[in-house]
């Protein structure tokens, strides 16, 4: 069974860090294309960060880049999304996504 978990969100002051994590199983993630998408209330779910399963070549919403990061660990078959510099325009849900396969989400906010 395809499954995502992610964790890792939470309450974050602004120019402040997070990590956030997102577990695969019943396949090899780097066999497949992944992205973190994220949606704030009242909007449409965007796209954040994307990597390719063509040797790790990554992709950024222009409203992220240079302040997030997505990566992979293949031993433990997960996904981070290293997020640093945070502003309160960063705050959503955070999904991870392959394919038609969802995980449940994980909230960050960025708030004083």
């Known amino acids: 069974q395809v499954q995502l978990v992610e964790s890792g969100g939470g309450l974050v002051q602004p120019g402040g860090s997070l990590r956030l994590s997102c577990v695969a199983s019943g396949f090899t993630f780097s066999s497949y294309v992944m992205s973190w998408y994220r949606q704030a209330p009242g909007k449409g779910r965007e796209l954040v960060a994307r990597m390719l399963n063509d040797g790790g070549r990554t992709i950024y919403a222009d409203s992220v880049r240079g302040r997030f990061t997505i990566s992979g660990d293949n031993a433990k078959n997960t996904v981070y999304l290293q997020m640093n510099l945070l502003k309160p325009e960063d705050t959503a849900v955070y999904y991870c996504?392959?394919?038609?396969?969802w995980g449940q989400g994980t909230q960050v906010t960025v708030s004083s």
């Open positions: 996504n392959t394919g038609p396969t």
